[in-house]
């Protein structure tokens, strides 16, 4: 497996809000899952950030688009494959 961090930023702030709670129901499903490893807001409200657990880019980039910021046009999207360093 492979991590990806996706960068969700603000393209849209009212239809953020509108789709925030399914969003956050997404998330919490791909976690759920064992899709999603780590996420969360970027305090200054320029967006967010979701750490994917995946075979591939192709596969994250999949989960991505079932996201429904993404749906909904809320948010854009920035796929970066990442070399994790984890704490002991």
Request: net charge negative.
């Amino acid at each position: 497996m492979k991590y990806f961090a996706v960068f969700l930023p603000m393209a849209d702030r009212e239809k953020s809000e509108r789709f925030r709670p399914q969003h956050l129901d997404f998330v919490e499903k791909m976690r759920n899952a064992g899709h999603v490893q780590a996420n969360g807001k970027f305090t200054d409200g320029s967006g967010g950030l979701v750490i994917y657990e995946a075979l591939s880019f192709e596969e994250c980039e999949a989960y991505v688009k079932q996201d429904p910021y993404i749906q909904n046009e809320a948010r854009a999207y920035e796929i970066h494959e990442w070399e994790a360093v984890w704490a002991d």
